[in-house]
Structure formats: C-alpha cells, structure tokens
C-alpha cells in the first residue's frame, strides 16, 4: 500500500557517493527531520483552534514527542511526511474555511493529493477532501473556482501516485490479490476485534487526547450546522469529523481482514495506520483539555476512555494466544510496554492499560493547573519515548542497521559474478541483503539459474551443497550466506 511519493523524493540520495548502508543512515536522518517538522503545522493549527502562543507551541511538542510519533523516527517510513502533510492539510482547511483564499485552495489540493502519493492509504482524506469542497461550492460558500483548485491536484496526484505504484508493484511482485483479499475477508467477529483494539490503541498512544479531540469536533460540527444551518456543513469541522471517521473505518476493515488477525495479537492493535491521520484531533482535544473549553467534554473523554480500555481488556485480552506474534513499529505506541525478546506479551498490555487509565484521570485533573499539566505531560512523553528507544528500539533494530558481515566478502571479490535467492530467505534478510547489494547482485528466482559464480542464499541450503557449493566461512548473516561456485 506504499506509493511512489517518498520513493521519489529520497532516490536522489542514491547521487551522493557512499555506500548503501550510510544512505540508509542519512535517509533517517531526514526522515527524523520530517518527523520534528510536524511541530509547526501543529503549533499553527493549536493557534486556529484557540490556543495562546505557549499552549500552542507545547502542543505541537506534545504530539510529534509521544512514542506513537517520534519512535517511527528510528525508521525510513512513508508515515513520517504523511503526517507532516495531513496535518499541512488541516491547517489549510481552516484557512479555506475562514479566510477563503485561493491559493490556500490550491496547496490544499496539492497536500492531500501528495499524503496519498506517498501512501496510498490516504485514499479516503482525498476523497473527503474533494467531497468537502464540493460541498462547500453546492452550498454557495466558495466558488467553484475554489473547488476545483482543491479538487484536480487532488485527484490528478493521488491517480497519478497510485499509477506509479501499481507500474513498480508489477516488477515486484508476481500478484497482488490485496484488494480481493480485502473484499473477501471482513467478518463481523473481526471487525469487532478491531474495533476494540483500535479504541485501546488510541488511549494507551494518545491518552485521552484523541477521544476528547474527536468529541470535540463533533460537538462544534453540530453546533455549526445549528447556527448556520446548511452553511454549517462548509465548517473545517465538518471535513476534520468526516476524514478521521473515514480513514478510521478504512483501517478497521483493512485490519478485519488480515490472514494474520488471529495469529498476530498487534493486527487490531496497529497504530502506524491511524496515528498519521488523529495527530489534527489529537492537536484539538489538547487545546480543548488546556484551553479549559469545556470541563463537561473532558469527562466524557475520560468515561469514553476508560470504556475502551475495559471493554479490550475484558472481551480481547484474555483470548489473546501466549505464542502470539507482533511487529514491533507497527505499534509504536505499545512499545513502551511491550518487549520483542518476551514470549508472552498479555500481562505488558494489561500493564500499558493501566497506565493508560491513570495517565487519562491525571490528564482530566490537569485542567486545574495548565502549566503544570502542560509541562508533566512533555516530561512523560519525552521520557517515555527516550527509554524505550535505548531499551526497546536500538538493542532490537542494532543487527539490521549495521553492516552485514557478508558484505565485506562480496566487496572483496570484485568483478565475480554474484546471484541473489532472494526468495529463498526471510524477509529481514531479504530486505536488508538486496538493498546492501543492490549495485553488485543480480536477484535469480527460486527456480532460476544461479550461475557459476558466487550466490547469496539460505545458510543452510542442503540444495546447494548438493550441487557442490560451499559455503564461505564467516559470511553467516541471520539465515543467509555466501555460496562458492559449484
């Protein structure tokens, strides 16, 4: 579901004259810059909902510091400028609604049209993006020059993304049945599972800023409809409701329909889908809780959240296998609670949904004292994301960043031919070896002819050994190796 967007922006990087795994490393550097950029759309769209100048900025620091954000920051990840470019998104929206500019417009267009360039799970933003200003001309509250400035970036770059994915997924991958998969494997049980998981995820990532942020904007979309009547639906909160809503029922049935749903404990629980798309609502309940818009909205916040964190801990929880499997950056949010090295990870998510509870109750209670809150809530999220980055990322993620030991072979044995099984390995390896050997392999089917030269391939690989290869002593990396020529 990666489209070209980033892809694109970064392949420059191949230009500079150092070796893959260093452009690797300086693509994580941008990537954590992109990841620090989202403080100021933020900082600006706390300021459009109401904020002071320091509630504002302490926002902005808030939702791009708490481990459901910066951790993706140790990654190469198409949700680092997919935030910077949905929140852009909702800045804009506002200026469209209260200023009415044309060329907000326009870059309007251009920012949802590239959120879905770069990820092609952005469909449903364009598509409310384009149905919001369409709406707004057929209630005469923009021209319909406006909306077609908004509406043909749009759709050209989004058409134009999913275009290039669909001609580079084609010289990837033999098939690609997702769609279909997606049709066929919804069931109501999973949706459920989902929902619930979804609903943990947020609380435990976001605390009770998310649930308040989306309360609140229900609650200003229904009272622009009343004062403005049919005008009211032209408001930004109309447009930020619809895409949360949407892209929220988009990832539970794009969940609900994973092969791994019961296999993998984090299928309900991914974070990485939504997180990118709440950070605006998360932007809103924040102002809303340390604005002190309204203390009655801020305990149905709290009620909501302790609902969700219960109802996932009662009715999933216990179902929950002791074998079962999870990726670790799918979700961020968790990971401060959750180790890859344990083999039973049930009583970690009981424990994050315990400090997720206090840390909702001690939120509600900040209201009394906003610096204080403010400043504690910075604090933990830092904090929070500092040590699990020393203590759960790095160790985890150390083996992969770093050189692998088969490379200085193969950099030793210039001009020898070198096959690439890369269907024979795991995907950690597979990954990792052809980007590190992108410059120096040709990749060779499973059924394919390897040559008479070197091959990269399973460690222990019976097949080759057969055919009179041997293998390289001290080029083991994980489950890969280098082959002789038979």
Not at 145 to 173: D, K, Y
Request: glycine fraction near 8%; aromatic fraction near 8%.
């Amino acid at each position: 579901n990666y489209s070209v967007g980033y892809s694109a922006a970064l392949a420059p990087l191949w230009w500079l004259p150092i070796d893959p795994v260093t452009l690797y490393q300086v693509a994580a550097y941008l990537s954590a810059a992109l990841g620090a950029a989202v403080m100021w759309p933020a900082s600006a769209l706390a300021r459009r909902f109401g904020a002071t100048r320091g509630i504002a900025l302490a926002t902005g620091a808030l939702v791009s510091l708490v481990p459901a954000r910066a951790l993706l920051d140790n990654y190469v990840i198409a949700e680092n400028p997919l935030t910077l470019l949905v929140v852009c998104s909702a800045v804009l929206a506002w200026r469209i609604a209260e200023e009415g500019r044309l060329r907000d417009a326009v870059a309007f267009g251009v920012t949802t049209g590239l959120a879905a360039t770069v990820h092609a799970r952005a469909i449903p933003l364009v598509v409310v993006a384009v149905l919001w200003v369409l709406v707004r001309w057929a209630v005469r509250a923009s021209s319909a020059r406006a909306a077609v400035a908004t509406a043909v970036p749009a759709i050209v770059l989004s058409v134009g993304g999913f275009i290039a994915q669909q001609a580079m997924g084609s010289t990837i991958f033999a098939s690609d049945d997702r769609v279909g998969d997606l049709i066929g494997g919804v069931t109501p049980v999973g949706i459920a599972k989902v929902v619930l998981g979804q609903g943990f995820t947020q609380v435990v990532s976001w605390s009770l800023l998310t649930v308040l942020g989306l309360l609140a904007c229900v609650l200003y979309a229904r009272r622009t409809l009343q004062s403005h009547g049919r005008l009211g639906i032209a408001s930004a909160w109309w447009w930020l409701g619809a895409m949360a809503v949407a892209q929220g029922a988009f990832f539970v049935a794009v969940l609900a329909a994973s092969s791994d749903l019961d296999t993998r404990f984090d299928v309900p629980l991914f974070g990485r889908y939504l997180d990118p798309f709440v950070v605006p609502v998360a932007v809103l309940g924040a102002t809303t809780l340390w604005t002190r818009a309204s203390r009655r909205l801020a305990n149905a916040a709290l009620i909501v959240s302790i609902a969700a964190i219960a109802g996932y801990g009662l009715l999933v929880l216990p179902s929950i296998s002791p074998d079962a499997k999870w990726i670790p950056f799918a979700v961020p949010g968790l990971e401060p609670f959750l180790s890859p090295t344990t083999g039973d990870d049930r009583m970690g998510l009981a424990i994050a949904g315990s400090v997720a509870l206090i840390g909702s109750v001690l939120l509600r209670l900040s209201q009394r004292s906003v610096r204080v809150g403010i400043a504690t809530a910075l604090v933990v999220a830092t904090t929070a994301t500092l040590m699990t980055d020393a203590v759960r990322v790095d160790p985890f993620e150390s083996g992969v960043r770093a050189r692998s030991t088969l490379v200085a072979y193969v950099a030793a044995n210039p001009g020898q031919p070198i096959a690439f099984a890369a269907d024979l390995l795991p995907c950690v390896e597979r990954n990792k070896l052809q980007y590190e050997l992108s410059d120096v392999v040709t990749v060779v089917p499973a059924d394919g002819d390897y040559g008479d030269g070197l091959v990269v391939g399973p460690g222990d690989w019976p097949e080759a050994a057969a055919e009179g290869r041997v293998r390289v002593p001290l080029t083991r990396w994980g489950s890969s190796a280098v082959w002789t020529a038979p």
